[in-house]
């Protein structure tokens, strides 16, 4: 995980910088995992059956795509982020093992935070903030969602350390990843702000008190930041003059063609000049689909895109479950908690992806292993009160 969301060797320089450290570090943990006699076990839900089917159903369209070696490639490159991910599902079993995990996630990612934090407040905001190259959140839009994801993850982490000082260092952790999302200039995560807001403001019972630190830190942060940052997110009411929304639209209708016409849609990386001559309204105007629902349609069809919100839903779904079940119960607060967390980053992931190519990324597949990992140690102790 630190690997994949840090990227370390991005900083180095030579033979490292491109040294495929991830794919060396898989091979040891296969081997590793074979060898070991502790236990491992591959939960059979109805969010992992869905899961599994729409892995064999992106080989299957891949199969008949409409650019078969790019396809392929990005298929490979799919299908060894779910190993690892399957591979997290196998061999974490307890509460304190989450834990790290959540760590090396939270430390990987928020890394780019507060880096991105520190950068915006030595240059007044004057720059946009961009994550590691050659990886899935380089882009600054990418990034700006990934943190949103973060943020209640770090919120939680807080909960579970007693050390006060701690607490502090991941309450700055936060300010600085909430200022590096907005120095990211990404309309799609300002959007994705509002839709968290308001959910936030729907399921808490201190609605006084979140409308006063959004209207308070929201107004701080909008009168810190630079003229150039107010013209950009002003754009978004023009989107039918702004080149960068109607060339999503135009994705999008791309998208939709190729799916109505081929069961298995156009397959990985399907964008280029001629697929678009026969599916786009504007022929010219090559753009990938910049939206995970979109995505997955024109990727993997109709039925890759039921397939893929299944998934989403029965994640969700997982996430109610465990605050059913967890709640009022001292041994699982842990596990009730981290299900609400869950929760809005998946409206974060949800909501911000519906702008940004992200259905493939990591952290969310992290996500829906964790809440799965959650719900089987809910339900084994559980259990083990009942007795």
């Known amino acids: 995980s630190w690997l994949s969301y840090m990227n370390p060797h991005r900083f180095t320089w030579g033979f490292a ?11 040891v943990l296969l081997i590793a995992t074979l060898l070991s006699k502790d236990k491992k076990s591959l939960p059979i839900t109805g969010l992992t059956i869905f899961w599994i089917l ?43 093992q989450v834990i790290a995990l959540l760590w090396v996630i939270v430390g990987s990612i928020g890394f780019f935070g507060i880096k991105g934090g520190l950068f915006t407040i030595l240059t007044a905001g004057a720059f946009r903030v961009w994550g590691p190259p050659g990886s899935f959140i ?95 997110i002003s754009t978004i009411q023009e989107y039918e003059q702004d080149a960068s929304a109607m060339g999503r639209i135009n994705a999008w209708t791309y998208s939709v063609n190729v799916a109505n016409d081929r069961l298995t ?17 504007n022929p010219n105007d090559v753009h ?22 299944m998934i989403l839903l029965l994640a969700w779904r997982t996430g109610v479950w465990v605050r059913k079940n967890a709640k009022g119960i001292v041994e699982l607060k842990w596990a009730y908690d981290f299900a609400y967390y869950f929760q809005i980053s998946m409206v974060a992931y949800c909501a911000g992806g519906a702008f940004l190519s992200l259905a493939y990324f990591d952290f969310p597949w992290h996500l829906f292993a964790i809440i799965l990992i959650v719900k089987k140690i809910t339900e084994e102790q559980l259990e083990t009160l009942r007795q």
């Open 288 to 309: 990938a689909a910049h939206s995970i629902y979109f995505g997955v349609l024109g990727d993997h069809g109709w039925i890759g895109l039921l397939l893929f919100l």
């Open 17 to 27: 910088y491109s040294f495929p450290f991830a794919q060396v570090v898989a091979v």
């Open 265 to 281: 849609g156009g397959g990985f990386n399907s964008w280029s000049t001629a697929t678009f001559r026969i599916y786009a309204p």
């Open 54 to 96: 729409f892995i064999l159903w992106m080989g299957f369209t891949t199969l008949f795509a409409l650019q078969p070696d790019p396809a392929l490639v990005q298929l490979i490159k799919v299908v060894k982020i779910q190993l690892i991910i399957f591979f997290t599902l196998m061999l974490i079993h307890k509460k304190e």
């Open 138 to 232: 380089e882009d600054n839009n990418e990034l700006a969602v990934a943190l949103l994801m973060l943020l209640p993850l770090i919120y939680y982490l807080k909960t579970q350390v007693t050390h006060i000082w701690a607490q502090r260092g991941l309450i700055l952790v936060m300010l600085l990843c909430g200022l590096s999302v907005f120095a990211s200039y990404s309309r799609g995560a300002f959007l994705t702000i509002g839709v968290m807001s308001l959910y936030l403001l729907l399921k808490t019972k201190n609605k006084v008190i979140i409308l006063t630190l959004l209207f308070i830190g929201g107004f701080l942060v909008l009168s810190f930041l630079p003229s150039q940052w107010h013209e950009r």
